[in-house]
């Protein structure tokens, strides 16, 4: 009995130093190596912490307040108030919350929200220069100025910071799924592993057709209306309800016709060249004319067109990482166990092929969010697929140019978009040497 309780310690002890030593606790270990790409992702941390809780530090609304004896979270109430789930008394909608009179009040660190007017502070004002404030007010001290109009700076770089990080996360989750599913393809069925009878080739071909047809061309003018007005996932789920239903509708059909021998005769699909061509084809696509072209049709602008859209184009980097190791790992002993097994390719990509040629994905999700943030923040300043009463980096940026003796409204937008995109770069760099086996020791 002793020496079986002490093999168990010798098994459980073997186990543990297994996970420790395991993959991704090695990659870590070298990833915290590089001292630039750790600070770079602590100070992501920072940057999405700020994001998150942007609504908590600079807000013209009190976080906790009391009028009247009754007590309010005015920050909380507003998150209800814009799900509908909750409206506002008519005395906060009549007077603006930095002049009520409280008998208690905890304001944020910043007491104006990004599109907040301080009148007394218009006109650009320094933020190391003198400000006008009325005597008891509730107004806070404009840390890195104002703008033309008297908006606060700081608070703009706040709302700015979530708008960036929205933008880099959402863009990068669309590219990544894209990637993911092409990428996959391709690698996994090459252009030998995928048969397929020859009317089902047949018939998804003119089913293509024919959804592009009914989904753009008689619908054209619909969907052109509905992406106008604003109502862009409306129009995406019309497209992809056309699709759906005419290539479901032609799987069924192929059902009886392939019991023709000459129709139900397996043919191999080159669908390795086939995704390759059409990576070719939107990697031609320049992305600024892209959205360029799709915005000039927009009447209302949104920053959630410019994130489906460097979406849309951005997956092309992650589906040649996935592609070029499912080309690799599809030899490997593990998956021709799988499917000696007897398991269908959809299990044997989703669980055993991808998770493991996920790691160059990371690298090319790290560098593409930068993109995304650096090509946001163009969009900004040229002031083409932002709302005009969004704050971000960019449109800040923008305003500099209303008055070039104001330089904290270069300056500081300037320095987050620098710093930012520079974090994510040094977190890939970080990933790359981490992942790479030649650099461990």
Known sequence: MFFNKKREDRIAKAIEEADHNGYWAIVRKQFFKNRLAAWSLRLFYVILFIAVMADFIANERPLYCQIDGETYFPVFHQYLVDAGLATWDEKFVSTKWLEHEYDYVIF??????????????????????????????????????????????????????????LVGVVAMTIATLLGLFFGALSGYFGDDRLKVSRIRIL?????????????????GYLISDMIGDGHLFEAILIILGCFISVLALANLLTIPLQKIPFLGKKVNVALDIIIMR?????????????ILAIVAIIEKPSV????????????????????????????LEYIEAAQ????????????HAIPNALAPVFIAIAFGVASAILTEAFLSFIGVGIPDDQVTWGSLLRLSRDKFSAWWLAVFPGFAIFITVTIFNLIGEGLTDALDPRLRE
């Open 108 to 165: 944020p660190p910043i007491t104006y929200s990004a599109t907040t007017r301080d009148a007394r502070n218009n006109k650009f004002k320094n933020p190391f220069g003198p400000q006008n404030f009325p005597e008891n007010s509730n107004h806070g001290w404009h840390y890195l100025g104002t703008e033309r109009i008297g908006q606060d700076v700081a608070a703009g770089m706040i709302h700015g910071t979530r708008t960036a990080m």
């Open 203 to 219: 018939l998804n071909i003119i089913a293509f057709v024919l959804a592009v047809f009914f989904a753009f061309i008689s619908n």
């Open 278 to 290: 059409l990576i070719e084809v939107v990697t031609s696509i320049p992305l600024l004319i892209l």
């Open 304 to 331: 959630l067109f410019v994130m489906v859209i460097i979406g849309a184009v951005s997956w092309t980097g992650i589906a040649k990482f996935i592609r070029a190791e499912l080309l690799r790992i599809r030899r």
């Open 340 to 351: 000696a097994f007897g398991y269908s390719d959809f299990r044997i990509i989703m669980k």
